[in-house]
């Protein structure tokens, strides 16, 4: 058995704890689902595809680590916060505005949508690349994983598999609400919903830009 499979029981917790907080509601999710359910399958996608890059940024910066850099140069991370919490509070003008919209005016479910693949992947890239407490989710999780003499084969084994388990869970999200009873669903409650994901979009950005990091 390779060496590097010996630092599996150090390995599970980090694991674990990363496996809830994908799961669990946030911004990267609640992105992926509007995608999916307004825009159709393959915006769901896309955007699940860009998230997933974010989070192996920060992964790869946490790796090398880049957070014990922005903690000396805190002004870094007050621009990453302020930029975050901005971004946020512009999705959350976006949907209040469709929110607003009869169904009649908006495009549901429609394929081809005016966003190309780029500005998808760059929409779900940007979420997680602007919020700096990533970054420290992934340094715990790497420090907690690992112990201090860890192998960069060891590093490479746990981003790898937290990065595939992300992404099958953002993919996972992405085809079960483009599906046409979630989309009829959403036509039926899609006022609402948006009206919903502009509230939570806003509470996200507010407490990103007043919280300290």
Request: glycine fraction near 8%; hydrophobic fraction near 55%.
């Amino acid at each position: 058995m390779p060496e590097v499979f010996s630092y599996l029981p150090y390995m599970w917790p980090a694991y674990v704890i990363y496996l809830i907080n994908v799961a669990s509601p946030g911004p990267a999710n609640f992105a992926i689902i509007g995608a999916a359910i307004s825009q159709g399958r393959r915006a769901g996608l896309i955007t699940a595809l860009g998230i997933s890059s974010g989070s192996l940024t920060w992964a790869c910066a946490a790796a090398l680590g880049l957070a014990a850099l922005l903690q000396t140069y805190a002004i870094a991370l007050e621009v990453m916060k302020v930029l975050g919490g901005l971004y946020l509070i512009y999705m959350a003008w976006k949907a209040y505005k469709s929110a607003r919209l009869p169904n009649s005016k908006v495009a549901v479910g429609n394929l081809k949508t005016d966003y190309s693949a780029r500005q998808l992947w760059l929409r779900g890239y940007a979420i997680h690349v602007t919020n700096p407490k990533a970054i420290f989710a992934w340094l715990a999780i790497i420090s907690l994983g690992l112990p201090k003499d860890a192998p960069i084969e060891a590093i490479v084994l746990i981003i790898g598999v937290c990065m595939s388990s992300s992404l099958l869970i953002f993919i996972t999200y992405a085809l079960l609400f483009s599906t046409q009873r979630a989309l009829r669903g959403y036509k039926a409650a899609r006022r609402w919903i948006e009206g919903a994901m502009a509230v939570f979009y806003t509470a996200a950005g507010l407490k990103l830009l007043t919280s300290r990091i």
